[in-house]
């Protein structure tokens, strides 16, 4: 069992557009610094806590009962999240939408060699981060992930290997191409621990953590509690069906209903 933490952002007190994409569809995504280092002390104390590891293509035996942090977008405080994990002796895996690279909110290329050099795993996050991905045509998806892999790879010197997909719109052609493109680890949406198989690209589900998530909650989480993991995958597998049913004003009725109801 591979237990996958999916967090955003880290944020100063209310500086929600500090990192990351803006906007309040994107807020519930991102926690205040209080709030992650509560669930990083959490985690830390549970009594059964899986060993925290990384898992990036290289490493294919990580053993039973890992635990992995992952952030995405490649939002500007991936450095700070990098410093609160290593307090309590941990790394990280930052994936990066590369289009994104350089502007305001998000990194840029010292900070991502930074983030490499210090021992963090360093993936893509897809160029463009698109709103379906999973709707993409397979040249687009292609695209995606090897101009990803790319730019990426020019930055760091090294080979990319691992990657998420965004906005949890996953099929498996989104993990075809992604194999295609050289991508052997692929990080989806869905909360589970079970790894499968695509044509030889590893793909694990995340446990997905936002505003309203306790700490108390990601530490029965990360211990491999069943009681909350199950309630995640039943709301998820809800919001899937929403999501395939609704198509493009799924979207858009989710973005109206965040901002009308001031989601910070």
Same mark, same amino acid.
């Given at each position: ?17 500090? @990192? ?181 690209? @590893? ?34 597998? @809800? ?26």
């Amino acid at each position: 069992m591979i237990l996958s933490l999916l967090y955003h952002d880290v944020v100063a007190p209310g500086q929600f557009d500090s @990192s990351g994409f803006p906007h309040g569809d994107a807020h519930v995504y991102k926690l205040e610094r209080s709030q992650f280092e509560l669930h990083l002390r959490k985690i830390d104390q549970a009594p059964k806590r899986a060993k925290v590891a990384l898992f990036d293509g290289a490493n294919r035996d990580i053993g039973s009962e890992a635990l992995l942090f992952t952030f995405d977008d490649g939002g500007a405080s991936a450095l700070l999240i990098a410093d609160l994990l290593e307090e309590h002796g941990w790394h990280g895996h930052f994936f990066i939408t590369t289009d994104y690279v350089g502007k305001p909110g998000f990194l840029g290329e010292d900070q991502i060699r930074e983030l490499h050099r210090r021992g963090h795993v360093v993936g893509s996050h897809s160029c463009s981060h698109p709103a379906r991905m999973s709707r993409c045509s397979r040249q687009q998806l292609l695209n995606e992930w090897a101009e990803s892999d790319r730019v990426l790879t020019n930055i760091l010197g090294n080979k990319i290997r691992v990657a998420s997909v965004p906005g949890g719109y996953y099929s498996r052609r989104v993990a075809e191409a992604a194999s295609d493109a050289g991508i052997e680890v692929l990080f989806n949406s869905e909360p589970t621990s079970r790894i499968e198989r695509v044509n030889g690209c @590893s793909v694990l589900g995340r446990y997905s953590i936002q505003q309203g998530v306790s700490a108390e909650t990601v530490a029965r989480i990360a211990s491999g509690d069943r009681s909350p993991r199950l309630r995640q995958y039943i709301f998820w597998n @809800s919001k899937k069906l929403a999501k395939r049913l609704g198509g493009n004003y799924y979207i858009s009725l989710r973005k109206s209903v965040l901002r009308n109801t001031g989601s910070p």
